[in-house]
């Protein structure tokens, strides 16, 4: 997704992705910021923002610096994305530095 999230009028990139893994039964969410310098993407930011017993995270949009998102939380000790009615909460996330926060 794109948006500006620096502030200097140029479209930077969020990137969502999953990782497996491979040895055993879980897995988790990350999204990476990359800021637009100089004619290509620079890494800014990556963080976990979710997982199999944390949340399932999806990114909406990019709004001014704010990076919107959706998450579901299954209650108890449930494996996230097993449960039939998840707990619904919108977050946003803001890049500060190397890392990005939730308001």
């Known amino acids: 997704m794109y948006g500006d999230m620096d502030g200097d009028g140029v479209l930077d990139a969020a990137v969502q992705y999953a ?3 491979t ?15 100089q004619g290509g993407y620079k ?17 909406v949009q990019i709004v001014g610096h704010e ?6 939380t299954c209650p108890g000790t449930d494996p996230q994305g097993v449960c039939h009615n998840p707990l ?3 977050v946003r996330l803001v890049l500060m530095g190397a890392n990005l926060r939730e308001k």
Request: net charge positive; proline share 0%.
């Open 88 to 90: 619904k909460k919108q």
């Open 19 to 21: 990782l497996d893994n």
């Open 67 to 72: 990076i919107i998102g959706q998450t579901r």
């Open 43 to 59: 890494l800014a930011a990556d963080e976990v923002v979710g997982g199999k017993y944390f949340r399932m995270f999806d990114i």
């Open 23 to 37: 040895e055993g039964n879980s897995w988790g969410q990350s999204l990476a910021v990359f800021l637009a310098k």
